[in-house]
């Protein structure tokens, strides 16, 4: 999926889109519980928040980092993902 600058605010942690030109990467998983773990792993590992975890305005739960290097990574519920052996 493509995001426009507009539409994908959250992950540019307050900057504004000329002075965001990255992407974003994401992981989706089953729980609340593992988004904060995975949140919490890559703050420990030498990431920064750029947002907390929050319900989102899709239905979902997630949350924004950026690793040192300044890419942004979701770590995301969301309601629709199916998880299965493939």
């Known amino acids: 999926m493509v995001l426009l600058h507009a ?3 959250p992950d540019r942690g307050g900057l504004s889109a000329s002075e965001w030109y990255g992407v974003t990467l ?8 593992e988004v904060h773990g995975l949140y919490h ?3 420990s590992a030498g990431g920064t928040t ?8 899709w239905g979902g739960y997630s949350c924004y980092i950026a690793d040192p290097e ?8 969301a309601p629709d993902v199916v998880f299965d052996n493939d």
């Open 7 to 9: 539409e994908a605010a």
């Open 26 to 33: 994401a992981v989706n998983v089953q729980t609340k519980a």
């Open 41 to 43: 792993l890559a703050v």
């Open 50 to 57: 750029v947002t907390h975890a929050t319900e989102t305005d």
């Open 70 to 77: 300044g890419n942004r990574w979701e770590v995301a519920r």
